[in-house]
């Protein structure tokens, strides 16, 4: 996703997970009148949602996608939760691996803000659980992402340009 071009790009890889190995599909989404600056993109497990951050609005919004990871064909906003009760600047965000947790991150709370969304993917259906404070490692947190048993955090800092791992003794829970 491009912050300054408020568009989400698609690239094929002709390798699994090889980054070098991706091109460019043509494809393309404006996701304004929605979004103003696109910061980071995620899809449920087969692709047919696509979920945006939005560093202006302060929100995660919600899209359907016709066919699961295209971007080309159909693309419907559906809605957007706000996260600026627990960060007005977010930078970052995921989900635990069945859709029931959000994490959100950013550089006005210094933390990670855990969710639970009582429908898989549904970002309507989101309620804040609890913070985690990563401002004893790094200020100006942009990015969160876990092992798929949630036992590992990686939290990627801006200040000191690291990435820091935490340990979890319960999966997905901060």
């Given amino acids: 996703c491009g912050q300054g071009s408020d568009r989400i790009f698609e690239y094929a890889l002709s390798s699994a997970f090889d980054v070098s190995t ?3 599909t043509s494809n393309s989404y404006n996701v304004q009148p929605n979004i103003y600056k696109a910061m980071a993109v995620q899809f449920n497990t087969d692709g047919t949602k696509m979920f945006v951050l939005d560093e202006t609005g302060d929100d995660v919004n919600e899209f359907t996608l016709s066919v ?30 069945d859709g029931t947790k959000m994490f959100v991150t950013g550089y006005t709370g210094d933390d990670i803000n855990e969710y639970t969304l009582s429908s898989a ?15 004893s490692q790094d200020s100006q947190a942009r990015c969160v992402k876990f092992n798929s048993d949630g036992t590992k ?18 999966g997905f829970d901060v």
């Fill in 121 to 135: 993917f549904d970002v309507s259906t989101a309620s804040f659980v609890d913070a985690f404070s990563v401002s």
């Fill in 68 to 97: 699961g990871f295209d971007i080309g064909p159909a693309f419907t906003f559906v809605d957007a939760f706000s996260v600026v009760s627990e960060e007005a600047n977010p930078r970052g965000f995921t989900f635990n691996t």
């Fill in 22 to 24: 991706a091109s460019y």
């Fill in 153 to 170: 955090m990686f939290v990627l800092g801006s200040v000191n340009d690291s990435i820091y791992e935490y340990t979890l003794s319960v």
